[in-house]
């Protein structure tokens, strides 16, 4: 399974926002429960998926790292999982983003 750890804080933030995002709209996975079961706040979660909050690297590994144990196979589907597609999957990403903070 392919990770962000690597990449720039930015871009993690980006790509996390990203995948948390599919999951809500595509999977119905209730944002507030998977925040709690992360140890992350529920606000905090819906921020930053809302674009209002950055995360720092401690909770972009928390939320990466939950996300991988727990959704490892959707995200093998929906993310590229060759390293030289997933950067420019994530650098897409980056540049299709809008700037709200």
Known sequence: MIDSFEMSVENR???LKH???ML???YFVNLSGLA?????LP???NDFVNGKEKFGVKRLNKLEL???DLYERILEDEVPQIPSEFNIFVET???NEV???
């Open 43 to 45: 606000q905090n979660l």
């Open 13 to 15: 933030n980006v790509y």
């Open 19 to 21: 995948v948390a995002s």
């Open 99 to 101: 700037v709200e903070i």
């Open 93 to 95: 990403l980056v540049e």
């Open 36 to 40: 709690k079961a992360a140890g992350i």
């Open 24 to 26: 809500r709209s595509k």
């Open 66 to 68: 939950f996300l991988i």
